[in-house]
């Protein structure tokens, strides 16, 4: 729900790769059309030496001379799709991939190898990165004390996180190992809610501050259960209204937040009033407390609950309900009954003189 602000060029160099392949398959085919395995592995050198030893796997080399076959022009495909990535995520673009047929299928599970299988292997990683783990770095990077980025909820952490493929690799098998499209999220958004499932247009959180679109108004009823609804700025655009709309939806948040969040609002509450209660107890060691004592301190605690850092908001799980329902409070002047429930600590030690 928070804009990703962490370094995403640090992927980068999985779109090299991807380069360096497309270009020498097209050299290759241009100087002969009947290339040979080593060929493939010449102009991949020639173009950039540093993949000489992973060439020497020889798994993937064939894998990628497998990829000779294919009906698809991959260099245009890839470049169409990586130039048009945010044309598609706006749903300015319909190109669909060409990858949709049985006779494609072979090669779509080679790209996708790309990322199941190459992003680990050391040589791959030695030859690209500092480090032998790319995708383990960048798992640890994007998810140290923060919270997923699409539910606001899960507070991630390296060893339960998944990288999402924001356009699903099945559907956009081109995309696989594009930066852009790999995203660190918590487990139950990418394996269980999102999965293969994607809407367009959408709002893309290394692109977009998806937070800062709408507000969540919490309506509870007298059961203490919360209804939960989204209130779209009325200053966004149509386009940003349906990529907002999109997002909500695609991750479930509605129903997930009536399900999951209402004792955390109820908790976080009750922590505003908490901290109140302390602070007044304190003053009443010294004199009496007044009904004006207990509204201006309410008041002050429930101010101060409202997170305005944005490291913090990251920081904390549900801080973005968290802050439009306290928000939501203190706007509506609807604290009667915290300030009933503090008094109610101090029965027969208020004041009545100011
Ligand atoms: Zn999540």
Redesign the pocket.
Known sequence: MYKITENINFLKPYHDFMCTLLKAIRISSKRNPHYTKGELKVNMILINPNVRDILNRGVLLDKLYRLKECPIDLCKEYGKFVRRYRSILNGKWRGRSKFTDISTEEFKEILIFLYENLLKYKTFNNAYFTTSTSLDDFRAMMSLNQ????????K?NKDIVSVDHFLPKANFPVLSIFPENLIV??K???EV?KGDTIYLPIAHPYYEEVSSYFTFVVNENENNEFKIEIELNNTNSQLINDKINNFIKL?KIIDRYEKYMTAELHDYRTGVRKSAIAELKGIARFRSITHDDIESCTYKYFQEAIIDNKELKRAMDGSKIKNDYINQIVKENDYQNDIEYIESHFFGFISSKQ
Do not use: K, L, S
């Open positions: 919270v997923c980025p699409y539910c606001d909820i899960t991630t999220v918590c139950a958004c990418n809610i991750f």
